[in-house]
């Protein structure tokens, strides 16, 4: 059951990847969950020359049409892909991917050439031979390692080993003088195309760093390696460090620019706010004073109900439209003055005033009571 789950969820992984577009793939990746399972292997796959030598029954390949229909568990269908596998990356791993997804029973068989033959048919190589046969068997879709893989594949080589299918990517492969080493392979009918991942080889890699040796050797001399360990000359070790001083400066230059811009905008910010506040605040104390010492303010408005108060007070009052007459009047107390007390006779209220002088009368109207009659009096305008 759980060789089913797994041979599904890498089909289904084989068939997003077919047309290899590397960002399509990885756009449908992102954008279908993949249900959770634990398919990763515990030990890395074993070497062909460790294991124990097969039955002795005849080989038989088997068909392309019963290999894609599905074979028992006991007779898995045997691919082999060969490689440098120089600097292992995700290229390689996903070709591998495709070769173990050709079928749903499959055993990968992966061989890896020497340092001997691939110095002398490709280049040399930046990982030795020990050290890309362990990058290999730690790849999860490898079943099997073929150490010292021959160059060109034999007869001999694919009996031995029980071959069923060859994977590769279709591209013809020329090398050891031969147009395409893979030709006999597709005549015979045992050649199974893979894709090619675009953007990454080992070549892609070498190139960067090729490309940015400086950086590079910067950064090892910076980690602790030697000018020797670098194949470095004196004068060229002692530029390096140079650089790498100037560039320090630089990143602490860059570093206060970007702190100041970062202190000058909160400054900025702060003092937004202050003017904006200082702004409100002035606008509600300009409305204040306006409401207050304004044309139509409460200052105003208090002098004029003031000014009126006081001119209610000091103005004289109106006199009645008619005056009460002498038996409607009220009795007052009799009221003389010092002066008049010796020579007056006691006061006798004679019917009229016909006797009473004018400065009596003036007097008496001032203190509003008649020295005559002891009532309120209308002298003055008699007389005058």
């Known amino acids: 059951m759980e060789a089913q789950s797994s041979s ?27 249900p959770r399972c634990t398919v990763g292997l515990k030990h890395p796959a074993p070497f062909a020359d460790e294991l124990v030598p097969a039955d002795n029954k005849p080989y038989v390949r088997v068909p392309m049409e019963e290999a894609k229909r599905g074979t028992p568990p006991e007779r898995p269908v045997r691919v082999y892909a060969d490689g440098i596998f120089d600097m292992f990356h995700s290229g390689h791993a996903r ?42 068997t730690h790849c999860r879709y490898v079943d099997e390692v073929v150490r010292n893989a021959p160059w060109t594949l ?20 020329s090398s050891a003088g031969s147009d395409d080493v ?16 675009e953007g990454i080889s080992t070549s892609d890699i070498i190139t960067r760093i090729v490309r940015d ?3 590079y050797v910067r950064r090892n001399l910076q980690r602790g390696y030697t000018a020797k360990e670098l194949n470095v000359g004196f004068i060229n070790a002692k530029k390096y460090h140079l650089q790498e001083r100037v560039d320090k400066v630089k990143r602490k230059v860059r570093d206060v620019e ?16 202050l003017i904006q506040k200082w702004e409100e605040k002035s606008r509600e104390f300009i409305g204040n004073f306006l409401q207050m010492f304004g044309p139509e303010g409460a200052l105003k408005h208090m002098l004029k109900e003031g000014k009126g108060r006081m001119l209610q007070a000091i103005s004289p009052r109106q006199s009645p439209s008619s005056s009460p007459t002498r038996e409607e009047r009220s009795p007052s107390p009799t009221f ?9 006779p006691p006061p006798s209220p004679p019917p009229h005033h016909s006797g009473a002088s004018v400065l ?22 008699r007389v005058s």
């Open 8 to 34: 599904g969820l890498l089909l289904s992984r084989k068939r997003r990847r077919e047309g290899s577009n590397g960002e399509a793939e990885e756009g449908e990746r992102l954008g279908k969950k993949i």
């Open 95 to 136: 070709a591998l991917m495709q070769a173990k997804c050709l079928f749903p029973n499959t055993h990968l068989i992966v061989g890896i050439c020497s340092d001997d033959l691939t110095h002398k048919y490709k280049g040399f190589t930046v990982m030795n031979e020990d050290e890309r046969y362990d990058a290999v």
């Open 154 to 173: 034999t007869p001999e080589f694919l009996t031995k080993h029980r071959i069923d299918f060859v994977a590769h990517d279709d591209l013809p492969y």
């Open 182 to 197: 893979y030709k006999h392979i597709k005549e015979a009918g045992m050649f199974a195309p893979t894709q090619r991942t």
């Open 213 to 215: 040796y400086d950086v």
């Open 258 to 273: 970007e702190k100041s811009k970062e202190f000058v905008q909160k400054v900025e910010e702060k003092s937004i706010d």
């Open 336 to 344: 003389r003055l010092p002066f008049f007390s010796k020579t007056s």
């Open 360 to 381: 009596q009368c003036l007097l008496y109207s001032f203190f509003c009571v008649c020295n005559v009659c002891a009532k309120p009096c209308q002298h003055v305008s």
